[in-house]
């Protein structure tokens, strides 16, 4: 599985999400960090929005995950990712 994180440094909610992820036991995955501040197509689209996980589907194309809730425990986000593999085949 391939994620992307769009973020941007000195990102609170960013950093936290990060950690969860580095946490993350049960679930195999490939993490891509996108820096929003780095591309302005990024910037327009994340602003307001980051974290913004995604996943790259079997067309590879993007999809967003569901929001993380940022006080949720690293288990929440291992059944999420578990969930998304589902979204692979859209």
Do not use: H
Request: net charge negative.
């Amino acid at each position: 599985m391939k994620l992307i994180l769009y973020s941007k440094q000195g990102c609170c909610l960013c950093e936290g999400l990060l950690a969860k992820l580095e946490q993350v036991k049960n679930v195999e995955f490939e993490l891509e960090i996108r820096d929003i501040t780095t591309n302005s197509e990024w910037r327009d689209r994340y602003e307001y929005e980051i974290p913004v996980l995604c996943l790259i589907n079997d067309q590879q194309q993007e999809q967003e995950l569901p929001r993380f809730p940022p006080r949720s425990p690293v288990n929440k986000l291992e059944e999420l990712l578990e969930r998304s593999k589902t979204f692979k085949a859209g």
